[in-house]
């Protein structure tokens, strides 16, 4: 009896110790620690937002071309450039160059518009103001088409055959324009204004 007793303290002792148990929870330790190696879950979206922006997108797209039309890839260089061409040109600029500033696109427009008032010999604004003269109307258009119809868009919707007027504010009437141009050194003031004149003209019959 004693004989296997001992017998059986011999084998355990050559088998070492038992294996530990783990401890409890370790196993869940575990899960959650790789877990956090992977980074947090990926966020889901919030519902309806991408539904939101592409219905806007689609709106934006229809002022466009109920209101304004397709864009340009130039100005006519037969005549001065009304609000609207100056848009449709912002608009092909845009669509050429979708992630472009729309500082920079202004920048462009400001240089051909200018160019176009320079051959016309009719005095204009500098870069810089007519520069913040094309982006001021880029962003009257865009808050309009994101209204609803109402009487301010309505009225910038008028607006749109008018000149894109660059004179300075001194020379704004008729009168001012003719003495300035009068008192230059050109030959040609007079078929300078009478063009003018005409511009203005149609513009005018444009809105009615």
């Known amino acids: ?119 016309a010999w009719i005095p204009h604004h500098e870069f810089r103001a007519t520069q913040k003269a094309v982006l001021k109307e880029i962003d009257a258009w865009i808050k309009s088409s994101h209204r609803p119809e109402s009487r301010g868009k309505a009225e910038f919707q008028d607006s749109l055959n008018q000149l894109f007027d660059i004179r300075p504010v001194s020379l704004r009437s008729m009168e001012a324009l003719e003495k300035h141009l009068k008192s230059s050194r050109n030959e040609d003031w007079q078929s300078d204004l009478t063009f003018f004149k005409g511009q203005m003209k149609v513009s005018l019959i444009m809105n009615k």
């Open 1 to 119: 009896m004693e004989g296997n007793k001992k017998r059986k303290l011999e084998e355990e002792c050559s088998q070492g110790p038992p294996p530990k148990k783990p401890p409890h929870g370790s196993g869940h330790k575990r899960k959650l620690d790789e877990e956090s190696s992977q980074g947090p879950p990926p966020k889901k979206p919030t519902h309806g937002s991408g539904h939101k922006l592409s219905q806007r997108h689609s709106k934006v797209s229809s002022d466009w071309d109920t209101h304004l039309g397709p864009g340009n890839d130039h100005f006519s260089p037969l005549h001065l450039p009304i609000v609207r061409a100056v848009l449709q040109r912002y608009r092909y600029l845009r669509t050429e160059n979708p992630t472009d500033k729309k500082i920079n696109i202004a920048s462009v427009i400001a240089h051909e518009v200018i160019s176009l008032w320079d051959k």
